[in-house]
């Protein structure tokens, strides 16, 4: 297995682990688990941010600039459906 798989699979368990915290914040039944998994959520987060960031870096997670003019058209659109 070579680096960039392992890194693939390393944010994708993060992304996953992000997930399962949100859920736990959300449906904590006390403030102290509430912000037991909030903490966690805070440092998956983070996690997930680095792991991604190191990946851009190398390549491995390429992205593309949205075009002004398709960004336009969905502001657009979401601004007429507010307003009715």
Do not use: R
Not at 18 to 31: F, K, M, P, S, V
Not at 75 to 82: E, G, N, Y
Request: aromatic letters at 8%.
């Amino acid at each position: 297995m070579d680096d960039k798989c392992v890194m693939e699979n390393m944010l994708l368990t993060a992304k996953g682990v992000c997930d399962l915290y949100l859920h736990g914040t959300i449906e904590a039944a006390t403030a102290n688990v509430h912000s037991t998994f909030e903490t966690a959520l805070k440092d998956s987060l983070s996690m997930q941010e680095q792991l991604y960031k190191k990946m851009a870096e190398k390549g491995w997670y390429p992205s593309e600039q949205a075009p002004l003019q398709s960004i336009e058209k969905v502001k657009q659109k979401f601004s007429a459906q507010a307003q009715d």
